[in-house]
Nanobody, 117 residues
Framework: QVQLVESGGGLVQAGGSLRLSCAASGTIFSIDTMAWYRQAPGKQREFVAVILSGGNTNYADSVKGRFTISRNSAMNTVYLQMNSLKPEDTAAYYC???????????WGQGTQVTVSS
């Protein structure tokens, strides 16, 4: 079992930056991947970025070059550095952890990011 708690959201002007954090607790040693998703009002939840257990990363085309996913050395916190924010980045951002050994997919409660034009 894994518990995820996001933080760092807020209101920022277009062109600004925010850093989201996702703190994991529980059986974190078994986590295979951690990722960020987002969901804007009236839209489906969409993939933003992922970091694999080996450190490889992947990004949605819409955020490439602007967002960076990383994790701390203890492997229990994942970050999403968001630069050059646009109004279309406005959404609730959710952290996800996957444990393939048990077929588990865990979600945090989300943190709101609002970018004003």
């Amino acid at each position: 079992q894994v518990q995820l708690v996001e933080s760092g959201g807020g209101l920022v002007q277009a062109g600004g930056s925010l850093r989201l954090s996702c703190a994991a607790s529980g059986t974190i040693f078994s986590i295979d991947t951690m990722a960020w998703y987002r969901q804007a009002p009236g839209k489906q939840r969409e993939f933003v970025a992922v970091i694999l257990s080996g450190g490889n990363t992947n990004y949605a085309d819409s955020v490439k070059g602007r967002f960076t996913i990383s994790r701390n050395s203890a492997m229990n916190t994942v970050y999403l550095q968001m630069n050059s924010l646009k109004p279309e980045d406005t959404a609730a951002y959710y952290c996800n952890a996957i444990i393939r050994a048990v077929g588990g997919s865990y979600w945090g409660q989300g943190t709101q990011v609002t970018v004003s034009s």
